[in-house]
């Protein structure tokens, strides 16, 4: 392509004045190319910044009477000096801007919120995910704020705010509480650094804001979660020894109840007293632990309800008035409706405590699809159908700290003597079993409601029937093996069947259980605790089977999983909750063996 004098100058760097001689030379060296006119004069400067050219200043004379000196090189030099460095600015200004439209731009698009603040918290600047975060409508309703009473819910998190911002000039993973627009509060976690304003030297705060409310509920209801499975392994732990030692107390002292007479009867029966309400503690601890087991039916729980009404009349008194709204299209649940019954009670009790002076309670029941704002607040809901069983009371009501621990066992806030503290983690445990879910909402006051979702079922509803015990007599002649981990307990089952005619074979573990199947025949029934080192009861049934392939089982233990949930036994399979008294170990085992005694 042509390269005319200016290309010449742009690339050399230098200033040229050239007269057609000189011209005439670059042409000849190749350095440059005729274009257009030939001027009589001709001067060029180099714009430079740095050492880099960006472009040039040229003049040309076509007159024979205007010649340029070096005194106009000078001259066009400084100008071409003067331009460069106008230009430079203009595209360091153009530059900064894109700059700042680019930053603009991140800022407002930004996920976070970003803002600057003055020293006493007031806002300056703010982006729209800050707008929407304190769920205003415009950025100029939130800088009108006054940041300690319509922002921080607490001021004195306002001034630590400050304090830190004082000692270290910066702010890292503060978390403070603000205040919505409709009151409702978000935890918020700031990071952000002390600027300097160039003119004044005014100090400000340039801040991210994250919301992390729905992050902290559920770290919450994790660790709620997680306390509560511990708790609940615990309790069933517990509940399983104890259950262990009230089988010994409570078998022994049935025992001496038929023999003894006078003052020692008297004294046996209080023991034995003490033995049930020991009894009925330890079976709270396994519904709260979920390991208790249950007798899972389609229910309707409308039905359970109005049977229950006229229970519950008289258990609340006459200064509080019970109100049932059941819904007529209520669809039904699959659970075990005596346990119902029981959840029931316990809510219905609970909030007649609550009100000493009187007051109402409304049993609610309707049909729900768990999906909106329940989920948002408790993310472990499985979405669906669901039936809701509300109670609701209009007592003294119960401040946040007293709702994180009420399902928890023990926890009670009633007098001493008032309560076991173990009604509302039965609930807890009960409902947890049946798939369900329980939540509280109280406000001091207010009263409280209990609310519970189970699963919604397609089925009709069974007929629940009595249930029916093995009349007749108890007695025996069959070989029974009796395989128990625990001494006392062993020891007090054998003697038992041995004085109704059984004839007893027992051991301590399953392997020894095994060895002595395999050279005893026949063997008409094996009992067995569920739970044992090394072989567990059910594994030892199946190879128990194959040696006696017509042996009748019957399952013991002072707890047992849940026979659907965790696998533990076979629907239908023959099984005694300990402690149990010796007359219903009778009548379950005549009733596996068959109605027909077997006795000589």
Known sequence: SARGLTEYVVRSGEPLLASPEVFADLVRCREADQIGAPSVDWLGVPLKVGNTSIGAVVVQSYNQDIRFSEKDKEILTF????????????????????????????????????YRARRDGKFLEVNPAIVTMLGYES?????????????????????????????????????????????TVITVRLSGRVVSNETDLEEFLEVIAEDVT???????QFRQAQKMEAVGRLAGGVAHDFNNLLMVISGYTEVLLEKLEGPLHAKAEAVQQAAERATTLTRQLLAFSRRQLLELKVVDLNTIISDMERLLAPLIGETIQLTTELDPALGHTRADAGQLEQVLMNLVVNAKDAMPGGGKIIIRTSNVELDGSYRREHTYIQRGPYIMLSVS?????????TQSRIFEPFFTTKEK????????STVYGIIKQSGGYIFAHSEIGHGTTFRIFLPRVEQPAECLGTV?????????????????DEESVRRLVRETLESRGYKV????????????????????????DVVMPGINGQELA???????????????????????????????????????????????????????????
């Open 79 to 114: 100008v071409s000096q003067q331009l460069a460095s106008a230009i430079e600015h203009k595209r360091h200004e153009e530059a900064l801007r894109r700059s700042e439209a680019r930053y603009r731009s991140l800022v407002q698009s930004a996920a976070y919120g970003i």
């Open 505 to 528: 074979m027992e051991a301590a573990d399953g392997e020894r259980a095994l060895e002595m199947a395999s050279t005893q025949k026949p063997v008409q029934l094996m009992i067995t």
């Open 393 to 401: 009371d209009t007592g003294c009501g119960m401040d946040k700290e």
């Open 417 to 424: 003597g008032k309560g076991t503290g173990l009604g509302l």
């Open 468 to 484: 029916k015990r093995t009349q007749g007599d108890t007695r025996g002649s069959e070989t029974v093996l009796l395989v128990e």
């Open 139 to 183: 950025a100029d309703e939130v800088l009108a704020l006054d940041p300690k009473a319509d922002v921080f819910r607490n001021p004195e998190e306002l001034q630590r705010l400050m304090e830190e911002w004082q000692r270290k000039g910066r702010l890292d993973n503060f978390e403070i509480k603000w205040q919505r627009k409709d009151e």
């Open 214 to 220: 729905e992050k902290r509920v559920l770290e919450d």
């Open 542 to 600: 199946k190879e128990i089977v194959k040696i006696h392939p017509r042996i009748k089982m019957l399952f013991l233990s002072g707890y047992a999983e849940d026979t659907i949930r965790q696998q533990a036994l076979p629907a239908g399979t023959a099984f005694l909750q300990k402690p149990f008294t010796l007359q219903t170990l009778l009548r379950k085992t005549r009733e596996v063996l068959g109605n027909t005694a077997a006795s000589k």
